[in-house]
């Protein structure tokens, strides 16, 4: 039996040696060849750092540290690519399967898929078909702001097609089920405690999508979702194939107005259940400029609130030529119409009720946050009424409410005839009445 023994041993190495050599055979030497024919193909420089092979615990193939782009436009920290060792001798081979770890996509390679996934216009058939794709800790880097990191599961059909596909936040607060379907890929998202990663950061407590997506865009045609302490109901169509491009139409109710007033517009006090219709879209080269190319318009209604750093009925009751500053406004009903773009505001159509105060007008947010504007303030006190022309000055975190100059000057007239007290209010109604009866408008100079 020594001889068996003679010939075992060295076997037993043999295969020892087999099994682990892979580990360390570097396939490095091919590294310029390949980086020259993907940079050809993709129009881009590509550089990869180390290309290795094992056999265990199945044949495969690791690529490490590959970059695609001038500015590192595209980066993948490992991939690990499984063929069919059967398919291997015939005319298509097969991978079994591709996993990547650590995708990072910038904003200027999003652009750039839609004309790299073109699908092979040649009768022969294709030399490699991929079964399946699995992307770990994936990121989209859109510059200020970033989606993920995120899992992607994807299987492929046949003739290279995606098939189903499921994305999860590795948070786990988002997952989606993407499908084939007769017209692109069928989306169905749900997320809960979500913020939205691009354009203003809006939380939702609860958000469910369906929608239809294709390479190039998506259209949203029912979202849901609940968001502070209401409901938001519509639909969204998203463009990614130069730029980013938003439109949609949303149905608001009951939602508290005070968080998304001051996500939308830092600065901005008023608190109140808001209910709107908004109408908004924006085109923008990146995420990051989507914000300053959005444009909103919307009816609204505000109930039961309080519009803070400013009181009207003292503004309205008290003429100070320097304008009221401070103080607050609580209302049963705010309602207007807002027009949203170039990062200022418009309301116009205002109307407050507010028990003994009502007031109409309109008022403009430049995009620097300076308030203009003429406010109409009507104020009942012991049966009688007095209606009071406000301008609207300041800023919007110091508002300011002052006469205006036909009113003070009928104040002074009046004050002038028939003393102060009576005649003062009498002459700056007059004063008043005058300047709305010849549509003068004096907003101070600042």
């Known amino acids: 039996m020594k001889w068996l023994k003679r010939i075992l041993i060295p076997l037993a190495a043999l295969l020892v040696i087999a099994a682990v050599l892979p580990f360390f055979i570097s396939l490095n030497d091919y590294i310029p060849r390949i980086e020259k024919e993907l940079s050809a193909k993709l129009q881009e420089p590509v550089s990869i750092r180390s290309i290795k092979f094992a056999v265990l615990p199945r ?24 063929p069919d060792l059967f398919s291997l001798l015939q005319s ?36 490699f078909r991929v079964a399946s794709i699995r992307l770990s800790g994936a990121l989209l880097d859109f510059g200020k702001t970033s989606f993920g990191p995120f899992d992607v599961r994807v299987n492929l059909k046949d003739g290279g097609e995606p098939g189903d596909a499921s994305v999860t936040t590795q948070d786990g607060k988002l997952k989606a089920l993407i499908t084939p379907g007769k017209s692109g890929y069928l989306i ?6 979500w ?12 958000i469910a999508i369906k929608g239809v997506a294709t ?20 639909k969204i169509t998203i463009g990614w194939r130069k730029g980013l491009q938003v439109n949609g139409n949303l149905a ?7 968080k998304v007033a001051s996500i939308l517009s830092p600065g901005t006090h ?22 300053n190319a959005l444009r909103l318009e919307t009816p609204f209604t505000v109930q039961n609130g309080t519009l803070y750093g400013v009181d009207i009925q003292k503004a309205a009751t008290n003429l100070i030529k320097q304008g009221a500053a401070g103080g607050e406004t609580r209302f049963e ?29 309109d008022v403009n947010v430049s995009p620097k946050k300076d308030l203009t504007g003429r406010i109409n303030a009507q104020v009942k006190a012991l049966g009688t009424s007095s209606s009071m022309p406000l301008n609207v000055g300041g800023t919007l975190d110091a508002p300011l409410l002052y006469p205006t100059g036909g009113t003070m000057a009928g104040a002074a007239a009046g004050t002038a005839l028939l003393g102060p007290g009576f005649g003062t209010t009498v002459g700056a109604k007059i004063g008043g009445w005058t300047e709305g009866l010849f549509g003068k408008n004096d907003e101070k100079k600042r």
């Open 92 to 127: 298509t081979k097969v991978i079994e399967s591709i996993e990547i770890d650590s995708l990072a996509l910038t904003q200027k390679a999003i652009d750039k898929i839609a004309a790299w996934v073109k699908p092979d216009t040649a009768d022969s058939p294709p030399q």
């Open 252 to 258: 608001v109710s009951q939602v508290e107005v005070q």
């Open 215 to 234: 390479l190039g865009d998506a259209d949203l045609g029912e979202v849901s979702a609940k968001l502070y302490g209401g409901m938001a109901t519509g």
């Open 188 to 193: 169905d998202a749900s997320a809960k405690s």
């Open 270 to 291: 008023v608190s109140g259940k808001l209910s709107a219709k908004p109408v908004f879209s924006a085109s923008a080269a990146s995420a990051a400029q989507l914000m």
């Open 333 to 361: 009903q705010l309602s207007g119409y807002l027009v949203m773009e170039h990062g200022g505001y418009r309301f116009t159509q205002l109307k407050i009720a507010s028990g003994t105060l009502a007031a109409d007008g």
């Open 59 to 82: 044949p495969h193939v690791t690529v490490e540290g590959i970059t695609v782009g001038t500015t590192d436009d595209i980066k993948l920290g490992k991939v690990l690519v499984t």
């Open 195 to 206: 913020t939205l990663p691009v354009g203003p950061a809006i939380a939702f407590d609860d």
